[in-house]
C-alpha cells in the first residue's frame, strides 16, 4: 500500500496526496472506518514532509472524508458506494437532424488529416510566431492593476463598456454613422452570427450571398433552415447584373456579404460596386449582414468603407467585426454594429445563451488596442503577411496551370483549375507528395466549385510556400497535363 | 482649424493625432487634395513632437487617406462620400416570437433597478474582494511563458487539453466513473445547457425539473419551447413520490436537476434521495442534466458525490459543471461530462455555433487550478461566506415572520411567507426603506411562488445583511403583522 503514489512537477504536494488518497477510498483500497498511517509514518514512507501530510489530513478531515479520534489516530468516513442499476442509452438516438447536419458540415471532422512535416495550405489563422505576447502581458496587467477583481466578475451581455465604446469609435473612423446604432459584444464573429440568425424572423427562409463564400456562415445557414442563392463572383465584386435578376424574381430575408478579403476568392469588392449594393438592396429595402472579414489587411490600393458606411443614417447593415481572424483567435471576441432597436433584442438573445463575453478576453483586448500595441502589430504582420502573399501570387502563376486566381490581399489565394479538373482527386495525389489545402467545393452555395481549391499560406515560411506550390503544379501537369 | 485637437492619457498620441486627421476627413473639415500643415507647422501648432507628426502621416499615407508630393507636402486623397440613399427598417417586425420571449425573461432587463446606496439582495455572484488577483496574475503569467503563442492562436471546439484533463481527473475524484465519458468545455454553464437542448431531440417536449428552480434553466427550457413540470422541494431534495407519479403518467425527454445547495432553495439533496432518483430514472430509461452549482460550497456535513457518480458506468446522467458561480464569473468557462457518443455530436454543434471557448481563458484557468490555487482560494472564500451564511439564517429566523427558510449552506437563502403575503409588493416597499431582493415567482415553474423570496448575501458585509433582514422583517410586520 501506498506504493504507488507518484509526484508530479507544478502542482503542491498537499493536494497530490490529498487526491491519493481520495483515489484509494473510491477504488475500495482503503474501507470504511479503515485507520490511516500516522503522518509520522506517512511522511516517511512516502519521502515527504510531515506538514505536507498534516496539511492533507487536515483539510480531508474538513471536507468529511475523513475523521480522527483522539489518541488514535485518523480513520475513513462513510465511502459512498454507488449500487443504482446502471442504463445505457443508446444517445445517437436522442440526437436531432440539425445537429447531424452540423456534424456532416463539420470540416475538422471530415477534413484531411495532415501531420507536421507536411506542407499545408489549409490554415487562414495568423502565424503564432508573429504574436506581440510581451505587450499582451503589460496589457493583461495593465487592466488587472486597474480593476482586476471587477474583470473577474460578472459583467454585462452587452459587453465590456470601455470595449464597447472603443469599437463605436473605431467603426466611426472607418465611415460609420453610429447615431442610433449600438454595439452587442459576442464569442467572436460565429456567435454574432448565429445569435443574430436566432433573432430574425425567417419570413421567405431564403438568403442570398456570394458564391462561393465563407464555409462556417453557410454551415449556419443550412443549420437556421435557410435556403441560399448564390451570386457569382467577379474580380471585383459580385455580379451586380445577377443579384439585381435575383432580387427582382425572388423574395429574400436577407443578404450577406463579405466585401473585403472575402472568403475564399480574396477578391476586394471596389467601391463602385458597393454603392451599387446599397442602391439595390435600399431600393428592395432588405437587411445586409456585412462580415467585416480581415478588412484591416490590406497590402496596396486606398482604404476601403465597409457597406456601414455606404449606408449612411439608414439602418439596414448589420456589420460584424472580429479581431480575432489577425490578432489573436484565442481570445473569442467579435461585435455586432447595429440598429439600437436590433441589439436591444440581441442582448437577451445573448444574456440567455452565453450569459456575457468573458470580461477578461475583452478587457485585455480592450487594453491592448487603447495602448497603441494592435497598430504596431498590424504594421509587422502586414510586412510579412504581404511578402508570403506576393510569394504565392508570383509562384501560383509560375507553376500552376490554373483559369484563374484571385486575391487582393489577405492571408489566402483561390484557384480555379480548369473545369475537368477535380480538386479532390488533386488533393489526394497531392497528399501522396506531402502538400494538402483546402478544396473549393466548401465554399459553393450550390454543387459547384469542384474544380477550386483555396491556399492559406500565413502559417507557412518561404521555402514551403514555394515547395509546396511547385508540387501542386507538378501533380496538376503530370495528370491532366498543362 | 485643429484648436479642437484634445488629448486624452493613455494613448499613443500619433493614434490620437492620425484619429483626429481622419475625422476632419470624414467630416468634411478636410476636403480631398487639400494641403495639410507641414509637419513643423502642425507640432507647433499642437504643442507636440514633431515626431509624432511624421509618423501619423506615415501612417495615413501607408493606409492611403493622404498623399506626399516632393516639395510640396501632403495632400488628402480621396474621401468616399457616402451618397445612397438611406433606408429605414423597422427591426421590431424583423424579431421572432423567441427572441421577444427571451427579452420577455430577461431578468436584468425587467428586474428591479436599485442603486449602490442600497442593500441589495438580489446578487448570488462571489464577492470580488475575495478574489485571489495576484495568484491569478501569476497563473497568466506562468501560462504564457509555457506557451504563450498557442494561447492567443485558435484552439479545439472540444476545449484546451490540459484542462480537460484535469476536469476528468476531479471528476473522477468525486466518484465518477469517467470510462466511455468525456468532456466538452463550454462558454460556462449557460452556453453548456443551451448547446445540449439545441442538440436533443425533442420527442415529448417536456422536461421535469424542481420546482422551484434555476431561472436561466427555466428560460432555455421556454425558449427551446419545451413544457415544464416541477416537482416539489423537500428539506431534502424533491418530492419523491410526487416524482414517481409524474414519471408514471407522462412522458418526458429528460429532467434537470440541481442536487447540490440548490438554485434558489439552497437545499442539498440527501444521499437517500440521490440514490432513489437515480433508480427511478434507471427503471424510466430517462436521462437527467445535473447541474453541479456550486457543489463545492459545502460549510459543514460530508462530502456529497453528484447524481453522475450514482450513475455508475451507466450513461444517463449529464453533468454540467462550472468554476465560474465560486471561483471567476468574468471567465467564462463551464463543462459537460457525459457519454462519449453525445460529446462526439456536442462537439460539432460547439463549433458551429462559437468555434470554441477562449482559449486564454481556459489557459489560465487551469494553470490557477493545477497549481493549487483555487484550494487555497475556496477555504479562505468558505470560511468568509460560512460566517455570512450563519448570521444571514440567524437574522432571518430571528426577524422575518416566515412559514419556512431552506438553505444548506451556498450564497442565498430561501424564503416561504405567509400565503397572503405577494414578495412583489413587499419588494415595493422594502424598496421605499432601501433594501431590495429577487422575488422568488421567477424561479417556479408554474406561477406559484409569489409569496417566497431569495436573498443573496455574498456581496454585502455583515452589517448589511443584520441591517437590511430586520428592514425586511419590520416591513413584514409592519404590513402583514406577525
Redesign the interface.
Known sequence: MFKDFKITE???L??QLK?YL??MM?NGHLLEHQKLPSTRELSSLLAISRNTVLTAYA?LEQ???IYAVKGKGHFV??V?T????????N??????E???L??K??L??HGVRWNKEMISFTSI??D??L?D?EN??KA??NR?SIE????????Y?KGYKPLIDYLL?YM??K?VDIRNKDILIT??F??GL?ILL??????YGRVICENPTHH?AL??FR?HGYDIDGIEMEDDGVNIRELEKCLSKQEYDFAYFIPSYHNPTGIVTS?EKR?KI??L???Y?L?IIEDGFNEEL?YS???Q?PLA????????VIYIGSFSKIL?????VGWILA?K??I??LE??K???????????QA?LYQYL???YF?KYIKKAKAVYKKKYELAVQYCKQYIPCKRITSDGGLHLFIELDHNIDSQKLLEKCYQKGVVFSTGNVFYTDSSGQHTLRLGFSRLNEKEIIQGIKIIGDTVKHNYGG
Chains 1, 2 share one sequence.
Not at 444517445?91 to 436531432?96: D, V
Not at 489573436?328 to 473569442?332: E, Q, S, Y
Not at 444574456?351 to 468573458?358: L, Y
Open positions: 507544478g502542482r503542491p498537499y493536494i487526491e481520495i483515489r473510491t483539510d471536507e468529511g472524508m468516513s462513510h459512498e454507488f449500487q443504482s442499476p446502471t442504463i445505457e442509452l444517445w445517437t438516438e436522442k440526437i436531432n440539425q445537429t447531424f452540423s456534424e458540415l463539420d475538422i471532422k489563422a495568423p503564432e510566431k504574436f505576447v499582451f502581458k493583461f496587467l488587472m482586476g477583481d471587477i474583470v473577474l466578475n460578472y459583467g451581455a469609435n466611426e473612423l465611415g464569442n467572436g460565429t456567435e448565429d436566432s433573432t430574425l424572423n425567417k419570413k462556417a454551415k449556419l443549420l467601391s454603392k446599397m442602391d438592396f435600399s431600393a429595402q437587411p490590406r490600393g486606398s482604404h468603407a458606411a455606404f449606408a449612411g443614417n439608414g439602418n439596414n489573436f483567435p484565442g481570445l473569442r440598429d432597436e436590433l436591444y433584442y437577451s438573445m444574456r440567455a445563451r452565453t450569459v456575457h463575453t468573458s470580461t477578461l478576453d485585455v487603447n495602448d497603441g497598430e
